[in-house]
Each structure stands twice: as structure tokens, then as C-alpha cells.
Nanobody, 125 residues
Framework: QVQLVESGGGAVQAGGSLRLSCLASGRTFSLYGMGWFRQAPGQEREFVAAIIWGGAATDYADSVKGRFTISRDNAKNTMYLQMNGLKSEDTAVYYC??????????????????WGQGTQVTVSS
């Protein structure tokens, strides 16, 4: 079992930055693929970014590529999402998720077994 807690959300003006954190507890964090997803009101949950267990490989949705950076610190059991150049369309609840290596498919939400409670990001234009 893995417990995930997100933090760092908030309200920011367009063009601003936020850094989200996802603290994991429970089973060995370093064995899991991790991802960030987001869900805006009335829309389906969508993939944002993912990072492999060792951190050597990452993947991004086209909509955030070049603006967001995903990273992880396995010693701290923490994953991050640095968000720069925020746009109003980035407004959503952001969720972190974890999947065991055997099941992980970076962009597929159903491959993730564990989810955080979400943190709200609001970008005003």
C-alpha cells in the first residue's frame, strides 16, 4: 500500500509558476512509476507528466511540454511538478499517482494503483 499526499497548489496569475509536491509513504517509493494527472470541471482526468522509478526517463503531455518539469527525489519519497508559464487552461485539480513497475504505463490512468487526494491549481488571466 502506498499513500500519496499532494501539496503546493494555489491561485496564480497567467505566466506565473507553482511547484507541486507529492509525498509518498508506505511501500518502497523507488519501485514505482509515478505520474501527474489533472481534471478540470466537467472534463475527464487527463495525463500531464510521468517519471520512471529511477527518474531517468520522463514523459509529458504536449500541452505542457516545455513549461512543466517532473522530477523525483527517492531519498525523500517525493515527486515534484514544476509548472512555469501557467495558462488559464491549466486550471484543474492535480493528482499524483503511483504504479508498480509491472503495471506502469505512463499515460494510462488505469495502470496506476494509488492516487492522492488532489490539489487545486487556479490560473487567472
Amino acid at each position: 500500500q502506498v499513500q500519496l499526499v499532494e501539496s503546493g497548489g494555489g491561485a496564480v496569475q497567467a505566466g506565473g509558476s507553482l511547484r507541486l509536491s507529492c509525498l509518498a509513504s508506505g511501500r518502497t517509493f523507488s519501485l514505482y512509476g509515478m505520474g501527474w494527472f489533472r481534471q478540470a470541471p466537467g472534463q475527464e482526468r487527463e495525463f500531464v507528466a510521468a517519471i520512471i522509478w529511477g527518474g531517468a526517463a520522463t514523459d509529458y503531455a504536449d500541452s505542457v511540454k516545455g513549461r512543466f518539469t517532473i522530477s523525483r527525489d527517492n531519498a525523500k519519497n517525493t515527486m515534484y511538478l514544476q509548472m512555469n508559464g501557467l495558462k488559464s487552461e491549466d486550471t484543474a485539480v492535480y493528482y499524483c499517482a503511483a504504479a508498480p513497475a509491472s503495471r506502469w504505463s505512463a499515460r494510462r490512468a488505469t495502470s496506476y494503483d494509488y492516487w492522492g487526494q488532489g490539489t487545486q491549481v487556479t490560473v487567472s488571466s
